[in-house]
């Protein structure tokens, strides 16, 4: 019964802020867009240079309306724009699939400007594993940790 507040809670917050939300949520789409659009244009240069294609899969994601209000319960917060801006920091994922680690390393320094200085745990089962740890950036700006 509890959670079927909570929906309701959530739909009448979508109701109220449906501009706004959708902006947001447009926001989000059109940069997975771009990043999606960009590890594709660095996979055809790299098949152009080196006559492969590094990456297998390219996987994006928009997390739900439902997993957005858990989150945002389970930090304690107020169901706002504001909120869901601020400090929930994954509404969208990318996931690129290589088959060699090394492809791995030639896209985090091309793509994110990130030199790793030791190997890095890269996720080799369903495991998730922080995909920027133990890099230094390359451009100047500090990988999300």
Known sequence: MENLK???????FVEESTLPYR???????????????KFKVLNEQFSLFYDRNPI?????????????????????????IPNIENNLFDIAGVRVVCA????????MNEFFGLYCES???????????????NCVSTKGAQPAT
């Open 56 to 80: 297998e899969s390219i996987h994006t994601r928009i997390k739900s309306q439902s997993s957005i209000l858990k989150k945002l319960q389970k930090k304690n917060l107020a169901l706002t």
């Open 100 to 107: 060699f680690t090394e492809d791995i390393y030639f896209f």
């Open 6 to 12: 909570l929906v309701d809670a959530f739909t009448d």
């Open 23 to 37: 902006q947001m949520m447009t926001y989000y789409n059109c940069a997975l867009m771009e990043v999606e659009t």
């Open 119 to 133: 190997k890095m745990e890269f996720s080799t089962s369903a495991r998730r594993s922080p995909p920027l740890r």
